[in-house]
């Protein structure tokens, strides 16, 4: 099956295997192929959550995937739409909750398309920016277009680091050391949440097990990103993320919060830039979120999108109106951040 125009890492069987081995339970797979003429063309890689009072579909790998889709052949994704009635009608859901779906990808004209003829409650909406780097011109051209101060800066923390140590910019290509790193960059994470006020994402085990096993399986494949950044035995920044079809993606960034002053993380990731250059990569991917430093680096960037729908019994339509209008705007206010990050400091 030709692949689809927005392949990624995310849509990879390795990459939902994993997932489902660490986040399936509970949850039903529902996994539709479609063929024609005996030869696949489409694969919908779904599953279903079942609690009390309500029974939701959804995409494999969520949470944890930047980017999710239906896997489809690009001659026959106007297929998409049948295709996804045929899935609403059999799955016996309460709620279909879709999302991550890339705003380039063909799903989602042909799934607003559908969404727009149903006659259920139905909303698709923006998510979040995915700024990203198309790669087109060699590094010293590019970064002369940068921000002046943000390079000269970065050049200035690299000297005050080289001053107090040996100073080494690294990809772990070694599985015996890639463990080790992977706990560090879970333990950086856990005292910057901790810093903050955010939630830490790895208070449940499944989460830091799920790296592990990512790290083991993608690394002789070519797919992992293990960079850090190194001053003597300390490490002071790692990058957990992905190399595949001819793209980094920036996954999850980390560094350690008492060289916080020297911005290890930026250090790091200039130095990824500046291998992607060389390296003859088509694009460096920030994934998701408006992080301010992501936009230091491109201007360019792609949405993504939800696609929410609910049966017409009162208890998914309240939980559809809760979820489509009033927890995007409790998330948004300043007041409601404010008491989560007290809470979780506590």
Not at 233 to 258: C, D, I, K, W
Request: some cysteine; glycine content about 6%.
């Amino acid at each position: 099956m030709a692949m689809s125009t927005n392949w990624n890492v995310f849509l990879t069987f390795e990459w939902l295997a994993i997932w489902w081995r660490h986040f399936g339970e509970g949850k039903e797979l529902f996994v539709v192929v479609a063929k024609q003429d005996g030869e696949t063309v489409g694969i919908a890689p779904l599953a279903i959550t079942r609690c009390r009072l309500l029974t939701t579909l959804h995409f494999l790998g969520r949470p944890g995937s930047d980017y999710s889709d239906f896997i489809w052949s690009p001659e026959h994704s106007s297929s998409l739409a049948p295709l996804f009635e045929f899935i609403w009608s059999t799955c016996d859901a309460d709620m279909v909750v879709l999302e991550g779906i890339r705003e380039d990808s063909a799903s989602f004209q042909h799934l607003a398309s559908a969404f727009e003829q149903m006659a259920r409650p139905v909303s698709y909406k923006a998510d979040y920016p995915c700024p990203y780097l198309p790669i087109v011109q060699d590094w010293d051209t590019y970064s002369r277009k940068v921000r002046k101060k943000l390079i000269q800066d970065t050049g200035r923390q690299i000297r005050r680091l080289q001053e107090q140590g040996r100073l080494v910019f690294d990809r772990c290509l070694d599985g015996e050391n890639a463990g080790a790193l992977v706990e560090e960059m879970i333990a950086q994470k856990r005292a910057r949440f901790w810093a903050t006020g955010a939630k830490d994402i790895f208070s449940d085990g499944r989460l830091a097990a799920f790296y592990h096993e990512v790290a083991e399986e993608f690394l002789p494949r070519g797919w992992l990103d293990l960079s850090y950044l190194q001053l003597d035995e300390t490490v002071l920044a790692v990058h957990f993320g992905f190399v595949y079809g001819n793209r980094l993606f920036y996954y999850m960034p980390s560094f350690r919060q008492e060289y916080a002053v020297y911005s290890p993380s930026r250090l790091l990731l200039s130095r990824q830039l500046e291998d992607a250059f060389a390296d003859g990569l088509a694009e460096f991917d920030f994934l998701g979120g408006a992080d301010s430093y992501k936009y230091d680096w491109t201007t360019e960037v792609r949405k993504t999108h939800s696609f929410v729908g609910s049966s017409e019994r009162a208890y998914p339509k309240l939980v559809y109106g809760l979820y489509t209008k009033v927890l995007p705007r409790l998330k948004r206010a300043r007041l409601t951040q404010a008491v989560l990050r007290r809470v979780r400091r506590r």
